[in-house]
């Protein structure tokens, strides 16, 4: 079996006397795409933000490909390969979105504090760029202000800064939350494509059953910040506590 390249340990964080997270244990491993789901309050996005770095944990472990992470900022998390999705909406909202990922590719190389020069002098990243554009479509916008798009294509810019960082592990929480119809499908098809990469790890937290069904190879479901199923999708969604409990008596997910 793949080497897990992320892990929690007992992972715990407490406000006050509420435990939002509770010892969870999880491994997760290239190629594989694994789907968070529970109800309003079980710990879903709390679980991220303490994978990502954007929460302290009370108690336990994170650890990425055998180091622990789990003092490490946001920000070294993210240069030790954790990408976290949806949390990046124009980081230069009056650039164009060619430009705002042509920074990104320019961070992500360590051409961070020449961030003004010529995009001549950059002609690789420049390359590197117009293929993540390109990868999401997003060619026909390219020279408009990030701030000046529809909220689909903002979430399709999102993914290509993310992918401009080259993360080993995407992190997408309901990555198609308040997206129209005409727009879910491009960003759950990115998605997939990403998931098609076997040298890459996806956590999703998703509501909606229909991308659980469409992307899981795995599903996580989280109750009071406990784990309480863990297993292939037809496994854990025959599963008649989660049904009844946590997915609803049709199997539609609590939002």
């Given at each position: 079996m793949t080497?897990?390249?992320?892990?929690?340990?007992?992972?715990?964080?407490?406000?006050?006397?509420?435990?939002?997270?509770?010892?969870?244990?999880?491994?997760?491993?290239?190629?594989?795409?694994?789907?968070?789901?529970?109800?309003?309050g079980a710990g879903k996005t709390t679980f991220f933000n303490l994978i990502s770095g954007q929460l302290a944990a009370s108690s336990g472990k994170v650890v990425k490909d055998g180091v622990e992470i789990t003092k490490m900022s946001p920000s070294t998390r993210a240069r030790h390969g954790i990408g976290r999705a949806f949390q990046l909406t124009n980081l230069f909202p009056q650039l164009?979105?060619?430009?705002?990922?042509?920074?990104?590719?320019?961070?992500?190389?360590?051409?961070?504090?020449?961030?003004?020069?010529p995009v001549s002098s950059y002609k690789e990243l420049a390359a590197k760029a117009e293929r993540y554009l390109e990868a999401t479509k997003l060619t026909d916008v390219a020279l408009l202000p990030a701030s000046a798009l529809p909220h689909g294509d903002q979430r399709k810019l999102e993914v290509a800064?993310?992918?401009?960082?080259?993360?080993?592990?995407?992190?997408?929480?309901?990555?198609?939350?308040?997206?129209?119809?005409?727009?879910?499908p491009d960003v759950l098809e990115l998605i997939a494509e990403i998931k098609h990469d076997?040298?890459?790890?996806?956590?999703?937290?998703?509501?909606?059953?229909?991308?659980?069904?469409?992307?899981?190879?795995?599903?996580?479901?989280l109750h009071n910040g406990e784990l309480l199923a863990d297993g292939a999708p037809d496994e854990v969604m025959s599963s008649q506590i989660v049904?009844?409990?946590y997915l609803g008596k049709s199997g539609e997910a609590a939002a």
């Open positions: 080497q897990p390249s992320l892990v929690t340990k007992d992972l715990t964080i407490r406000f006050g006397g509420h435990v939002a997270v509770n010892q969870v244990n999880c491994e997760f491993r290239p190629g594989e795409l694994t789907v968070i789901v529970g109800p309003n164009s979105v060619l430009e705002n990922i042509r920074l990104a590719v320019q961070a992500h190389s360590g051409d961070g504090w020449r961030l003004f020069k800064l993310l992918m401009a960082m080259e993360p080993d592990i995407y992190m997408f929480d309901e990555p198609t939350a308040g997206m129209s119809l005409d727009h879910t076997k040298s890459k790890t996806v956590l999703l937290v998703e509501h909606k059953m229909d991308v659980v069904r469409a992307l899981a190879d795995r599903i996580i479901v049904r009844d409990v």
